[in-house]
Every structure is written in C-alpha cells, then in structure tokens.
C-alpha cells in the first residue's frame, strides 16, 4: 500500500512519533479499516524504543466521528463489538506507556472526541470545535465519552454536552478544562512537536509510572462495559432507525420512542 493510500500515516521526527488521520473527503470519520490502521499505528510507535513521544492529528478537521454509513446496518450485537473495538483503541492510547498528544484542529466529533479524549494532553487550534452529537441520532457515546468527559471537566458540563449533543468552541473548552492550550491553526503542528518535545526529554520510566497512576485512580473498566452494553441496546430501537434515516437525508429526525 502506497503512503498517500494509508487512512492513517506514521511520521517520525527524532524522538517524537506523528500518528496523521489520512480520510479528508469525510472529514477523517473513523470505519473498520481506519481503526485497525490507527491500532497498528499506536502499536508500531510503542515499540519503538527511539520514540519517547506521540502526537496525533489530522488535517483541516481532527476526526468527525464514526462513520455513520458503516453504523446503518448494524445490529444490537455488531454495534458492541464496534463499541469494543472504538474502545479498545481508546484504552490504547490511554494505557501506552508512552505520553500522548492530541493536536485538534477543525471537527473532533464523536468518536473523533473520544479519541482526543483518549490522549494525555489535548491542544487545540482556534477554530476547533468539540462535541458528543450521537444523541441527535438515538444513539449514545461507544468509545469511552461518558466515562473520560465527566473527569475532565465535570459531570454537569459533561452532561450537557453528551446529552443535548453541545459543539463547544476551541476557547469553551479551554475554559472547561477539556484542552490544555489554544493556539493559532496555522501553529498548532509546531505548538504540538514542541510540548511533545518537552514530554520527550522527561525521565520515561516516571513519566510512564505517573500516566499509570493517573489512569488507576479513573476506574474506568466497569464504565466502559456498561456503555458498550447501552450503546449496542440503541440499536434494536425505532429511535435509532429514524436518527440514521434523518441524518442520511440531511433532516431533523422525529423522536417518538419513549
């Protein structure tokens, strides 16, 4: 396979490992084959021993979420094994021994959130935009959302935002605590290597051991069970079939499952 036909690219500067989101014409929405790209990606980059640092990006946008087409056909048993798949790789990214940088510019929706969420750090560009939308389409969340939003900004500010499916701008997240900086989009990658840099030069053993004890105090397994088993029910609803059906024909869809 040819690089300019990879859904997810690898780069390597010195000691920083650039994992790049490669489907522009969706806006990099995640299907099957781009999550088992981005999972041998993250599992190539961890075994680098030169690579003491990650960063993940995308191009105009982030990530704008999975791929909605691929989700139409599912049913209540595949859209759990999607959940676990969406939430293996986010545990990926989570448990790496390696420190984490998500680089947000334009949409990180949905899964693509999700996967921001994943990362240790999350820098934003000024026109990124952040949300949790899948109640728009009777679904909720599969990747980890309502278990990693909460701790990183509040369950008040986390429920508005997962359950009225809220976009938030790059300066509502920063003041949420959801991104630790916003920086200007044409200096986002350089903003991104340079703190990658700076993580890059720290003692590995501690920075891993304090990633390590970070995540223990999340308990977040028993969540994540709990949403891959909700996130699959959605799928045997009316509710959804409508959610799918409006978003296809680019209309407001009419709830009625109560």
């Known amino acids: 396979m040819n690089k300019k036909d990879k859904l997810v690219e690898v780069e390597k500067k010195k000691n920083i490992g650039i994992i790049i989101l490669n489907r522009p014409e969706v806006m990099n929405a995640l299907n099957t084959p781009m ?62 021994g390696k420190p984490v940088i998500a680089a947000v510019s334009g949409y990180a929706l949905g899964g693509g959130c999700e996967i921001s969420l994943a990362c240790d750090i999350r820098i934003a560009g000024e026109n990124a935009r952040f949300g949790q939308p899948e109640a728009g389409i009777g679904i909720i969340p599969g990747w980890g959302a309502t278990q990693r939003l909460p701790g990183l900004i509040g369950i008040g500010k986390a429920k508005e935002i997962i359950m009225m499916g809220k976009i938030i701008n790059a300066d509502e997240a920063l003041a949420a605590g959801l991104v630790t900086c916003v920086t200007k989009d044409g200096e986002l990658t350089a903003k991104a290597e340079e703190e990658a840099g700076v993580l890059a030069e720290k003692s590995q053993p501690a920075v891993r051991k304090i990633k390590s004890l970070i995540n223990t105090g999340s308990g977040i397994e028993k969540g994540l069970d709990l949403e891959a088993g909700l996130f699959s029910e959605c799928f045997d609803t009316n509710d959804y079939k409508e959610g799918i059906k409006a978003f296809l024909e680019k209309r407001k869809p009419a709830f009625k499952d109560a």
Do not use: M, W, Y
């Open 35 to 96: 999550l088992l790209e981005l999972r041998e990606a993250l599992s190539e980059l961890e075994k680098d021993g030169k690579v003491r640092a990650i960063i993940v990006r995308g191009g105009q946008h982030f990530c704008a979420g999975a791929d909605i087409r691929e989700l139409t056909d599912k049913k209540p048993e595949d859209a759990r094994d999607f959940s676990r798949l969406g939430q293996g790789i986010c545990n990926q990214i989570s448990n790496l």
